[in-house]
Each structure stands twice: as C-alpha cells, then as structure tokens.
C-alpha cells in the first residue's frame, strides 16, 4: 500500500517598488505590479489547477485528495486582486478532501529571530485559514519547510485555549545526510520531547518528510528534455509511486503550487499529467494505494522512528539549508535590522492605544503592518548571491537586476521606517 499525500505551497509576497535614498512617503509596495502579478499567476495556476483538482475529487468520488498551506500574503492580495480565487479554494474546501495547513501569515523567518511574533502570526494564520475555509489547522509547515528539533519542540508546546494540542504534526524536508539508510516514505517523530509537553497526546508529535526526489520529478524535471526519463507521463511516475511498497507507506509530494501553469507552463503537459495522476496511481494497484491528507496520516500511521535536525534544514537550493535567506553578510545584515525595529513598533502600539489618540493608533497599526509584510522571506531571498543552478533559481524569482540592488532597495525603506517609528 501506497498513500499519497499531496501538499501544495501558494505564496505571493508583496514586493516592494524601487525606493530611493531621496524617496521619503510611507507607500513602499508595488501595487500595480502585485496585482497584475496576481492576475498573471491566477490566469496560468490557480484558477485552472483548481478547477482541476475540484473535477479530480469529484470524478473519483472523494479518494482523491489535496493539502494547501496558503500565506496570509496571497490570500490578502486574492482577496483584493482575485476574488474568484477564494471562491475555488473555499468549494474544493466544502468538497472535505481537502487541508489546509498551517503556517506563518506573512511567510517569515520569524521562529528565528522572535518567538513571540512567531506564534503571533501562527495565530493570525489560523484565523484567517479558519475564517476563510472553515477550518482550524491541526497540522504546520514553516516557512519554505524551515525544519529544526527546535521547532518542533516549540509546535509540540504550542496549546488551543481549551487546553488541547495545537498540532499533530508538522512537514519538512527529507534529506538523505539525516536520514541515513532510512526511507522518507514513513511517519517519523523528532526525538524525544519533555514529557509535559507529550503526557496529554494520544499519538507523539508526528514528522512528515518531503520525498524530494520524486516531488522534483515534477516540480523541476518534468519539463526538462534533456532529463533521461522525459516525457513524464502518468502511469510511469505512478509505478515509481507503486515502488515504494516494502520501503515505507507513504509517498509525500511537496512542491509550489505555482508548479502547474507557472513554472511548468501548459504546452509542457503538465495538466494532462495532473489529469491522469490519480487514475494511474489507482490503477497500478486497485485498492491499494490511496491519497490522504497530512492529518488523516497522522491520526492512521505511528511513528516509526526519530528524525533528529539540529541544524536547520529547508527545501531550498542543494543545501537544503539557510543559505538562500542568511548565506551573505547583506542577508544577515538585512534580517538583523529588520527584527530590531520590532520591540520599538510594538511599544508604540502599546503607547498609541493608552494615548486614546485614535489617529496615533491607526498609524502605528499600519507601522506594524508594513513591517510585518517587509518580513516575508522573498526580500533577503533576492539578496542571495549564490552561483550556478541555485543561482539561476533565485534570479528567476528575483525583480531585482542583482542582489545588491535587492539589497539596497530594502534597506531604503528601513531607514523610512525608522522615520516614522521615531514619529509616532
């Protein structure tokens, strides 16, 4: 038996506009460019991947299923740019086959650098995902698959206010120098946690890993011609999927949504793979393999053994590090000066609402906002300055002619804001 969980990033960050030293209004992101961006990826992925897998779980009768994590930034900007957008997640939410994940709401390095905003925008997450799709998530992916012992000490500490165990579980990424001999196709668990923070689970806290290799089949591979397995079609990825019978239970398929339509554009096949996926995966083995959703494994396979991550791990670039967000000094700058400003917006806040100036109030409220939307991982990403295939990668995504001018823009708008904290 094979169960196929499929897990789908969608973000968007709000990308800032070319700010100068001579620059001095508080108006730092590129509206028109997020929202023709947003109209751009909607037309190409999520509207007809979603209407997709919406016709998928309805042909198959339920048994296909899904899982998003989907960040507070692209929701806002699909529920000011794309509203339809909402419209096709909240029905394939309706349809029951389908999680939703939690994360942070702005796609930060927060657990790096602020626990307390951290669990902030872990919280804002679930109400907006809650708000939106009906649902509170059970189970958590950080930011970019971002993945320590750490975290999952802090996930496994984390409570609802009744009491209970915020999460299952959490995604990250499985790399072969911590997994050893070992599969990625099982549930696994971090190593042992306090025992508070256990004694009231039914289950331990459970680990899904990333199966990256066949996740990238598709997400990087599919299109590549040069690749010795392409054309990629369905029922060759579903017996590679059949495989792993004997080496574990699980097929765990990670990737950007974007995958569909955006990275792999339409003409490379990539729909009519997605279309026939489920069938195929069916077919090579009738009632044997099944799709699922990261909390349904959780509450169905136990652990079979420790993942242990002392250093950070991610899904990004060869490393599978933090290289992509902290491998320069412009980076590490960048992210220092950033988590700095915090404590002064926040004691502004505090300051504004015991002042009852309603006016003080609403700008340290948008202070704050800004300065959360300038957290999102994408801006010290573009700052990377790595070379060849990974580079390649970051200067694809990047709007910037070079790290540098990444670099620079960013720090402009921090001396802005600095500003305006010293005037509220």
């Keep these: 038996m094979a169960t196929v969980v499929f897990y789908f990033q969608v973000h968007q960050p709000f990308r800032l506009r070319r700010y100068s030293v001579f620059d001095s209004d508080p108006f730092y992101f590129e509206d028109a460019k997020n929202g023709a961006i947003a109209e751009k990826v909607a037309d190409k992925c999520y509207r007809p991947t979603t209407k997709l897998l919406l016709d998928l779980v309805r042909r198959h009768e339920g048994n296909f299923r899904v899982s998003f994590a989907i960040t507070g930034t692209v929701l806002d900007q699909f529920e000011k740019y794309t509203p339809d957008v909402i419209g096709l997640f909240q029905d394939l939410a309706e349809t029951g086959c389908c999680e939703f994940v939690g994360e942070t709401y702005y796609h930060s390095l927060s657990f790096l650098y ?20 009906g649902q509170r998530p059970t189970v958590f992916r950080n930011t970019e698959l971002i993945y320590s012992n750490e975290l999952a000490a802090a996930l496994a500490a984390m409570r609802n206010p009744d009491g209970t165990p915020r999460f299952k579980g959490s995604l990250c990424e499985g790399t072969d120098a911590l997994l050893g001999y070992r599969s990625p196709n ?21 680990l899904l890993l990333k199966n990256f290799r ?25 017996q590679w999927v059949h495989q792993i019978n004997g080496d574990g239970y699980l097929c765990n398929l990670f ?22 996926l489920p ?71 505090v300051e504004a609402k015991s002042s009852g100036d309603s006016t003080r109030a609403e700008h340290a ?60």
């Design 114 to 133: 602020s626990r307390p905003e951290f669990e902030e925008q872990v919280e804002m997450h679930s109400k907006k995902v809650e708000n939106l799709f």
């Design 186 to 206: 099982y549930v696994y668990k971090p190593p042992a946690v306090a025992e508070s923070l256990t004694k009231d689970r039914d289950k331990p806290f459970g």
């Design 214 to 238: 066949l996740s990238d089949d598709i997400a990087f591979r599919f299109s590549n011609r040069g690749w010795e397995e392409w054309p990629l079609s369905a029922e060759k990825f579903a």
């Design 255 to 276: 990737m950007d949504y974007e995958t569909f339509g955006e990275h792999q554009w339409a003409d490379t096949g990539i729909f009519q793979f997605l279309d026939k």
């Design 279 to 349: 069938e195929a995966i069916f077919d090579v083995a009738p009632g044997e393999n099944h799709f699922a959703t990261p909390s349904e494994v959780f509450d169905r396979f136990d652990p079979v053994g420790e993942y242990d991550v002392h250093e950070y791990i991610s899904w990004a670039d060869s490393e599978r590090d933090l290289t992509a967000w902290r491998g320069n000094a412009m980076q590490w700058n960048a992210l220092e000066e950033i988590y700095r400003m915090e404590s002064s917006i926040k004691d502004r806040i």
């Design 365 to 424: 409220k948008y202070l704050l906002e800004d300065w959360r939307k300038l957290t999102t991982s994408d801006h010290f990403y573009y700052m990377c300055t790595k070379f060849w295939a990974d580079g390649d990668v970051h200067k694809y995504f990047s709007p910037y002619d070079s790290p540098y001018d990444g670099y620079i823009n960013f720090m402009n708008v921090l001396d802005n804001m600095r500003t305006r904290i010293a005037k509220v």
